[in-house]
Nanobody, 114 residues
């Protein structure tokens, strides 16, 4: 059984920073693509960033220039450095790993106060 566990969420003031981590455990320890998504109350789940083999990254327009995705060498851990946070960034942040199918974590709450 594959599990993805996110950590690093919390409450931060606008303009602050947080670093999210996601660790995979179980049968699959190396994904082809890993990414971060978020979902705010009443809104659809939104792509934040993905990272694929070779370190190719892709970012959602709302976070470009503020967030940075990275991964470890084994491609079983992925991180999201979030800078210049805004109240609109408030959401539950989910980690996703893809290897033939998608695996999701349970999410971590990020709250940005104004």
């Amino acid at each position: 059984q594959v599990q993805l566990v996110e950590s690093g969420g919390g409450l931060v003031q606008a303009g602050g920073s947080l670093r999210l981590s996601c660790v995979a455990s179980g049968r699959i320890l190396s994904f082809t693509v890993m990414g971060w998504y978020r979902q705010a109350p009443g809104k659809e789940r939104e792509l934040i960033a993905t990272i694929a083999g070779g370190g190719v990254t892709n970012y959602g327009d709302s976070v470009k220039g503020r967030f940075t995705i990275s991964r470890d060498k084994t491609f079983s851990r992925v991180y999201l450095q979030m800078n210049s946070l805004k109240p609109d960034d408030t959401a539950v942040y989910y980690c996703k790993g893809t290897l033939g199918k998608d695996y999701w974590g349970q999410g971590t709450q990020v709250t940005v106060s104004s």
